[in-house]
């Protein structure tokens, strides 16, 4: 996993996932912390880009003082290249 400048995505800065085995891996995840959450709506939005069709399960989940993690948005995608928001 590493971070790339310019790749033509949602924004200046991206993150790559270079997956050789993709047989071998259940899950991956990428983890933001120290956000602070006020009880307003926030528009959230990314894209996806494979060399193929996948299959993408997208999760939106949140840790409640170490005790719980309630999901806010649970969706999978099967296409090569997919905008979510």
Do not use: C
Request: glycine fraction near 6%; charged fraction near 20%; charge should be negative.
């Amino acid at each position: 996993m590493e971070v790339v400048q310019d790749a033509g995505l949602s924004g200046r800065n991206a993150v790559m996932i270079d997956i050789t085995n993709a047989s071998s891996v259940s899950s991956i995840g990428i983890a933001q912390s120290g956000l602070i959450v006020e009880s307003v709506s926030y528009h959230i939005g990314f894209i996806a880009k494979a060399e193929q069709d996948r299959e993408m399960v997208v999760l939106l989940q949140a840790n409640i003082n170490n005790q719980s993690w309630p999901t806010y948005l649970n969706d999978s995608k099967t296409e090569s290249h997919e905008d979510f928001s």
